[in-house]
C-alpha cells in the first residue's frame, strides 16, 4: 500500500515536473528555429501573436436603391482632400456589386515590422511560397543573401508598424485603396498615432504606402518619448495601441480604429521586443 502511495506520488511528481518544462518552452517561436516553421506557424506569427493583431469593420447593409451620382465616394474626415472632391467615375456610382453582399466587411491587419519575429516570419513564408527547398544552389544563395539583409535591419530610432486591408466589397476595397495611396505624412498626422501604456499619444513621423497591386502601407513611429524608450519594464500589464482613422464609405463618417498589442506578450529573447 505504502508502495503504492509512493509511486502514486512520483507519477504526479513527473506529470508536475513535465507540465512546468512545457510552460518554459514558450511559444514555436521561442523555441524553434525560424527557417523549420510551418506555414501555419507564419501564419500565426503575422496574423494573431504578440506583435500582430487584426481589426475588422462589418455591418449588415444592402444598398439597392442608390441613385448615380449620389455622394457615395467622398471620405472623411478628409473632405478637403483633392481625392475626396473627385467626381465618382461610373464604377463607383454603380450600386450594384454592393447589393450582392449583404454583410461588408473590411479589415486591417497590423504587424510591427520592427519586431525581429515577425520579420523571421515573412522570410520563412517567403521560403516556403518559393518552393525555397527545389531551388537550385545559386538560387538558395541569392535568396539567402537577401533574407539576411532584411533580418540584419535594425531599428534603434524608429518603430514600424506594417498595415495590410482590404474587403470583401470591390466598391470598398476600390474606395479604400484611393484613399490610402493619397495620403501624406502631413494629412495623417493629426489623426494616426501608437499610444503608450501611460496614455501618452504620440503622433506618426513617417508614412509609406504601396502603389502596386498590395493593398498595403506602413506607420513610422520613435521609439523613445522624452528621452525614454515608449516601453519600460513597469508597463507588463498594459499595451501598446496604435490609433488611426478609417475613412468613411458609402458616404458614412470616418470611424476610429483602435489596436491593441499586450506588452507582457511581446517578449522575445527575455526582452520585449517591438
Partial sequence: MVAMRIKSALVLMALSLGSVAAD?????????????????????LLEDSPWAQKHTLSEVFIDSTAQPGSDTSRFDPYRNQAESQRPAGP???????????????LYYQAQFRSALPIRRAVVRMSQINARYDEM??????????KAEEFLAK???????LHITYGSNVQFD????????RSQTIETLKNFVFLILPGGEKIPVTGYAVSQGAGREFQFEFPREHQG???????DKDKALQ???????VRGQSGSRVLISFKVEKMLFDGKVVY
Avoid at 518554459?24 to 500565426?44: D, H, I, P, T
Avoid at 476595397?173 to 490610402?180: G, I, Y
Avoid at 525614454?228 to 513597469?234: A, C, D, Y
Avoid at 496604435?242 to 468613411?248: K, T
Fill in 24 to 44: 518554459q518552452g514558450g511559444e514555436f517561436w521561442q523555441k524553434k528555429e525560424y527557417r523549420r516553421w510551418s506555414e501555419k506557424e507564419c501564419k500565426k
Fill in 242 to 248: 496604435l490609433e488611426f482613422v478609417h475613412p468613411g
Fill in 228 to 234: 525614454r524608450p515608449l516601453v519600460g519594464p513597469e
Fill in 136 to 145: 537550385q544552389s545559386e538560387q538558395q544563395q541569392a535568396f539567402d543573401k
Fill in 173 to 180: 476595397d476600390r474606395n479604400l485603396t484611393r484613399h490610402w
Fill in 154 to 160: 535594425r531599428f534603434p530610432a524608429t518603430v514600424m
Fill in 91 to 105: 464604377l463607383e456610382r454603380s450600386s450594384t456589386e454592393r447589393a450582392r453582399e449583404s454583410r461588408p466587411q
